[in-house]
């Protein structure tokens, strides 16, 4: 799509292709993605939010860039008894990563009293490393914590580019997009 440099690209979702003059609905800009996924709704993204796995409700897997969530406290009568969307697998994965971090703990504390091992808890320390203090984990934790927190908070995202007069008005060495590739995914 080639435009003029003077007139605004027409606005469209990308997840429904819906233009401002088809709805009232508000658009957002939450990454680095320009061109035909450059706009969404807030609406449409919410709704995909919910269906999308752990690390793709805290980046975009395109530009890599981490959304910015703010929270807003709701009204009183808006307020919802929280609903968790774990399924089977999820529910299989937090007893895992229980069952692994009670095992750790109890095997420390059995090694300081001298009834456990310590290359015991050495592979215990690993294996607690690797499957249950990941990045991809707490992505799922943190995500868990904004659907418990949406039942008072309305989620809403901040647009990338007003992010980014914030920089330019705030001069600094840290590099943005450093900052949110790196942030992620160790
Ligand atoms: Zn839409
Ligand atoms: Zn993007």
């Not at 939010?49 to 709701?74: E, G, H, P």
């Not at 015991?120 to 499957?131: D, G, V």
């Not at 309305?154 to 914030?166: G, K, L, N, W």
């Amino acid at each position: 799509m080639t435009l003029e440099n003077d007139q605004e690209p027409a606005k469209y979702c990308k997840f429904c292709f819906g233009t401002e003059e088809d709805s009232t609905l508000s658009f957002v800009h939450p990454c680095r993605c320009r061109g035909s996924i450059h706009w969404v709704h807030n609406q449409c993204l919410s709704m995909w939010f919910a269906k999308a796995n752990a690390v793709q409700q805290v980046m975009c897997i395109q530009c890599q860039t981490r959304y910015q969530k703010q929270l807003t406290l709701k009204s009183w009568r808006s307020w919802a008894i929280p609903r968790f969307g774990i399924d089977m697998f999820g529910l299989l994965e937090i007893s895992v990563d229980l069952w692994i971090t009670w095992r750790t703990v109890s095997g420390f504390v059995g090694m300081m009293n001298g009834t456990k091992g310590i290359f015991r808890e050495i592979i215990l320390c690993t294996m607690w490393k690797c499957f249950v203090a990941s990045g991809r984990r707490f992505c799922y934790y943190g995500n868990l914590g904004l659907q418990l927190a949406s039942s008072i908070f309305r989620v809403s995202i901040d647009d990338y580019d007003e992010r980014r007069e914030i920089k330019v008005r705030l001069p600094t060495d840290m590099d943005w997009e450093q900052i949110s590739q790196s942030s992620v995914l160790n």
